[in-house]
């Protein structure tokens, strides 16, 4: 399908902000996480370098602004461009017992660990040093950076997808449909049937166990 205008000057200052990390540092990647906020579910997070040549996939951007359809279809363009990428999760277990905060950095260092490659990262709001590695924490990353927003989608499909499957094990809870956010019909099923053991954040829960 052939690029929009708005579709081809989005991707052209995205790159374009890439770009100027290029003749910096040499080789990039981005990252992002998905699942910081939900009620049940782990913390997923991705790590990508794609080419920076004419073969632009124009429908990248952050993740949010994307129809899930178009997500899924852009994912599937990332994994088969990219030169390098690496998806990882930190399960419940990791959440309550370090934090989310905690747990959300050591899925991305799985993440970067998984893509195999060496790079300098441009990473959604996190500071890259405080996982130990060499790059730059950009504010609405996924908006600026064509690696930002390549990765915001492998983190936020494949952990729709694992949701999904939750939702076919557990139909009664609907995880297909909010993903494990903190949704009425989420927190209705809650009340109603309790929480799943190993799927939803106990800690996440007091409120609405409680409140």
Known sequence: MKPTAKQIERIGLMTA????????????????????????????????????????????NDS????????????????????????????????????????????????????????????DAVQPNSLGLRGEGIIKGDTLSYHIAAASILAKVERDQLMASYGEKYPLYGFDQHKGYCTKAHTDAIKAYGPISGIHRMSFLTRILHG
Do not use: H
């Open 64 to 123: 949010k602004k994307l129809s899930e359809k178009r997500r899924v279809e852009s994912s599937g363009l990332i994994k088969e461009k990219a030169i390098a990428y690496g998806i990882a999760f930190a399960d419940v277990e990791e959440i309550e017992r370090i934090n989310i905060l905690e747990a959300t950095r050591l899925a991305m260092q799985r993440a970067y660990a998984a893509m195999g490659k060496d790079a300098y990262l441009l990473c």
């Open 17 to 60: 902000f890439d770009g100027e990390y290029m003749e910096r540092y040499g080789a990039i990647c981005g990252m992002d996480e998905a699942g910081r906020g939900p009620l049940a579910g782990p913390v997923c997070a991705a790590c990508v370098i794609m080419p920076m040549d004419d073969d632009l996939i124009y429908t990248i």
